[in-house]
Structure formats: C-alpha cells, structure tokens
C-alpha cells in the first residue's frame, strides 16, 4: 500500500463513518508498508484455564518490560477484565466503549507506571466475550493505530478456546502458555495448544509451570505437557521454565500491585525477571509483525461486505 492507496482509504473509512480509528489505521499502515514505522514485538500470555496466573505474570512482564521501553498492556479478557486492579486502576474507559462506538482505542488508554499503558477490558459485560467479526475488527483496528508506539505489546489473554481468545494468540509474535501443576490446568493447556495449532501451524508455542513447588514438580508436568502434544498433535511448545507457588503474589494481588513491584525479591519476582529476560531473546528470534495488523487479516471482516 502506498500513501496514495492509504489516503483513499482515508476517505473512503470517512464517508462510511467507520471509527477515526480505522482512517488512522490505514494511514499507519501506509507508513509501516512504505517501512517508516516499526512494530512492537508482541506477546500473548495465554492458558485455556482461568486462575493460572496468566494475569499476574502479566502484570509482572509488563513492568519489567516497561523498564526497557514503551509497553503496552491489552487486557484481552474483555468483558470481565482485571489487568486493571493489579496496577490499582480504576478505568474510566474500557473496550466496551470501543464497540459501542463511543471512543477510539487510543482514547480509552490509561497510563499505569512509567512508561507502560494499559488497554482495559470491561467489567462484567458478557457480550464483550463473543464479538462479531466486524467488532473484532474494530478492536484489532484501533490496537494496530496505537502499536507502533510500543516497543512491546503485552496481551493478558482471556481463559478459554473462542475465537477471539484464539485470534488475539495467533496474531502475536509470540505465544506464553502459563500452566500450573493440576491436571485440569494440563488438560486445558493442552487443547489450548491444539487449538492455536490449527490456527497458526507454524508457530512454536512456549509455555511456563506456574505455582509449582520445585524444580522436579516443574520438569514433570513439563514432560507430561510435551508428550501429550508429542503424541496428539505430533508438535511439542517450548518449555521456558517454572514459577514458585509463592504466598508474595497473594499479598501483592491483594495490595493491587505487579509482585516485581512491590515484593522484588520475593522467589516468584526473581523468577519472573528471569523469564523476561528470555522473553527478550525469544523476540529476537522473530519479527514484529503488529498484533492489531496481524488480527486485522485473521477476524474474517472485509469492510464493505459485513
Ligand atoms: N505463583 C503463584 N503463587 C501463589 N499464588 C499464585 C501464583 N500465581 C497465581 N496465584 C494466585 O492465583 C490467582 C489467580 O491468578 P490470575 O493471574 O488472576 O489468573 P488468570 O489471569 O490466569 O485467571 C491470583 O490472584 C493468586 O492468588
Ligand atoms: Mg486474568
């Protein structure tokens, strides 16, 4: 695309009243095509199961990222969102204001610490769950009109195997499923695995053992995790490492703040860093690609025809 071929679009988002998103977006598409604008690396952290720690290591990541450049943080749990309450926000604007039309992406940031925003999710809306593929669009077009500001995009990812939980996973440059110990924690990790798989064949999943208890508890789920999805799906992800059960994090959710925050030497904040340190070797390994521009080609809205 070409600056000429992104002002006619400009238009022609103008007189089809599509958000002042989808207009910039194009433009920034232009700039990123005619290679102006680099991309933030992006990453999904992801489960299947609720209640693994996906939004804690969330927190965490994006504050030790934020320490290295600009980061943002998605809560991709749209309807009932929580990334904001371990930053001790309180949102005044959220997605659900971007899907009802009332406010750009860009207009529902809010600054969280020092060079990280946060993107919110809504608080109990349940429709925000299951978008329609002009919704998500609209979504992934505002994420791409904000990205290129990031050095990082963090997406704190819903629970679950929907679309849209699968689509904001294979739009990002890289994929961090976050298990723990239990079986059924397993288990959904494994078909959120299958899941991904199907979408995005060439991707090499990583994931994470929260919770456990030591080292040896780690390697053994890590090698149950591997041998199912060796043997099913005839692929295995990445095993990166393992998190503590650690009574920090309890006291830092509790006191609404990331746990590298607040306790940094607790075992769990050391661990985190050193996860996000290969973090960034592993976005070394890959392009950026944009997780908004990514998600854009995937929901299946081709504007005119929806
Ligand atoms: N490493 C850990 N040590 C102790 N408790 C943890 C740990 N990770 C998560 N938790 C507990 O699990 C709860 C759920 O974590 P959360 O990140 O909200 O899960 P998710 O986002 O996957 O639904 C936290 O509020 C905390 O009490
Ligand atoms: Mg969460």
């Known amino acids: 695309m070409n600056w000429d071929q992104a002002r006619k679009l400009l238009r022609l988002a103008r007189t089809r009243s599509e958000s002042a998103d989808a207009a910039r977006a194009s433009v920034d598409h232009a700039r990123h095509e005619l290679g102006a604008a680099p991309r933030a690396h992006s990453l999904?952290?992801?489960?299947?199961?609720?209640?693994?720690?996906?939004?804690?290591?969330?927190?965490?990541?994006?504050?030790?990222f934020a320490r290295r450049g600009r980061t943002l943080l998605v809560d991709a749990d749209l309807g009932v969102g929580n990334a904001h309450i371990l930053h001790d926000l309180c949102p005044p604007h959220s997605f659900v204001d971007v899907i009802e039309g009332r406010l750009s992406v860009r207009d529902i940031r809010v600054n969280a610490r020092p060079q990280l925003d946060l993107l919110a999710g809504g608080s109990g809306v349940s429709r925000m769950a299951g978008l329609s593929p002009y919704e998500l669009h609209l979504v992934a077009v505002g994420i791409e009109s904000v990205e290129q500001e990031y050095r990082h995009v963090l997406v704190d990812s819903a629970a679950g195997i929907s679309n849209q939980t699968i689509a904001f996973a294979a739009a990002s440059d890289v994929v961090l499923i976050v298990t723990t110990p239990d079986v059924t924690a397993l288990t959904d990790a494994y078909a959120f695995l299958k899941v991904l798989l199907q979408r995005r064949g060439e991707l090499v999943p990583l994931f994470v053992v929260n919770r456990a208890t030591c080292e040896e508890e780690a390697l053994h789920v890590a090698d149950r995790l591997r041998g199912v999805a060796r043997k099913f799906?005839?692929?295995?992800?990445?095993?990166?490492g393992w998190l503590p059960d650690d009574r920090h994090v309890v006291e830092c959710v509790n006191a609404r703040s990331p746990v590298v925050a607040r306790a940094a030497d607790a075992p769990f904040s050391q661990a985190v860093t050193e996860l996000s340190v290969r973090m960034q070797q592993e976005f070394a390994r890959v392009p950026a690609r944009g997780v908004g521009r990514s998600m854009l080609r995937s929901v299946g809205y081709t504007p005119g025809l929806g």
């Open 44 to 64: 999904c952290i992801a489960s299947g199961k609720g209640g693994t720690g996906k939004s804690v290591v969330s927190a965490s990541l994006g504050t030790l």
């Open 233 to 240: 799906l005839g692929r295995e992800p990445r095993y990166l």
